[in-house]
T-cell receptor
Framework: SQQGEEDPQALSIQEGENATMNCSYK?????LQWYRQNSGRGLVHLIL?????REKHSGRLRVTLDTSKKSSSLLITASRAADTASYFC?????????????FGTGTKLQVIP | NAGVTQTPKFQVLKTGQSMTLQCAQD?????MSWYRQDPGMGLRLIHY???????DQGEVPNGYNVSRSTTEDFPLRLLSAAPSQTSVYFC?????????????FGNGTRLTVT
C-alpha cells in the first residue's frame, strides 16, 4: 500500500535554480526519509527527519516536516545537472519496523545545464 | 566497499521459466528486503528477512520464494515466471530493525517476461 505521494510528478528547472518537491502521507509516522534514484541505479539515502523534528539540513538539501498536515518538502538549492534523478519519500509508521517502510511514487527532476 | 550487489542486471524470461535473482551484501546487516518497482507505483515489498534462517512475506509475495542461509546472501526465486512479474527488482539491507536508519539498495535487476 502506498503511503507517500510526491508532488509534482515531474519538474524541469535550469541549473542554479532551486528545486522543491513535496510529499504527503496518510498515517502517523516515526520518521520520513528522502531517497534519490539515478537512471538505471538503486535508491540512495539522502536524509532522514524524525517526527519530532521540523527541519533538517544536509549540504544543499533542506527538508521540512509538518506532522499536523502530514507533509514534507525537500528543497535542493543551487541545483546542478548532476541532481537530475528521481526523488522518493519514504515513511516509517509509528509502530516502526524497517519492513514497514512505504515509498511514494517519486518526483522526476531534470536540471538543464 | 561493494555494499549491496545484485546479479544479473538484466534478464529476459519466457512465461513459465524459473530463475533466481541474487543479492549479496558485505556490511554484515541482519535485515534484508526485496522490492519490485513498477512505473507509477513506487517500491513494493515482496519478502524480507530478519536474519539467517528467518524470512517473511511482504505486500506482494505471490509467485516468489526466498531463503536466507547466510547473513550475506538473500536470493529471490521466481517459480514460474509470468508477464505480470516484468519489473525492476531491488534488494536492500539495513543494520537497524526499527526503520530509524537508512536502507542500502543494490542497483537492481531489470526482468522482462515474455
Amino acid at each position: 500500500s502506498q503511503q507517500g505521494e510526491e508532488d509534482p510528478q515531474a519538474l524541469s528547472i535550469q541549473e542554479g535554480e532551486n528545486a522543491t518537491m513535496n510529499c504527503s502521507y496518510k498515517t502517523s509516522i516515526n520518521n520520513l526519509q528522502w531517497y534519490r534514484q539515478n537512471s538505471g541505479r538503486g535508491l540512495v539515502h539522502l536524509i532522514l527527519i524524525r517526527s519530532n523534528e521540523r527541519e533538517k539540513h544536509s549540504g544543499r538539501l533542506r527538508v521540512t516536516l509538518d506532522t499536523s498536515k502530514k507533509s514534507s518538502s525537500l528543497l535542493i538549492t543551487a541545483s546542478r545537472a548532476a541532481d537530475t534523478a528521481s526523488y522518493f519519500c519514504a515513511t516509517v509508521p509509528n509502530s516502526g519496523g524497517y519492513q514497514k517502510v512505504t515509498f511514494g511514487t517519486g518526483t522526476k527532476l531534470q536540471v538543464i545545464p | 566497499n561493494a555494499g549491496v550487489t545484485q546479479t544479473p542486471k538484466f534478464q529476459v524470461l519466457k512465461t513459465g521459466q524459473s530463475m533466481t535473482l541474487q543479492c549479496a551484501q558485505d556490511m554484515n546487516h541482519e535485515y534484508m528486503s526485496w522490492y519490485r518497482q513498477d512505473p507509477g507505483m513506487g517500491l513494493r515489498l515482496i519478502h524480507y528477512s530478519v536474519g539467517a534462517g528467518i524470512t517473511d512475506q511482504g505486500e506482494v509475495p505471490n509467485g516468489y520464494n526466498v531463503s536466507r542461509s547466510t547473513t550475506e546472501d538473500f536470493p529471490l526465486r521466481l517459480l514460474s515466471a509470468a508477464p505480470s512479474q516484468t519489473s525492476v527488482y531491488f534488494c536492500a539491507s539495513t543494520w537497524d530493525r526499527t526503520g530509524a536508519s537508512p536502507l542500502h539498495f543494490g542497483n537492481g535487476t531489470r526482468l522482462t517476461v515474455t
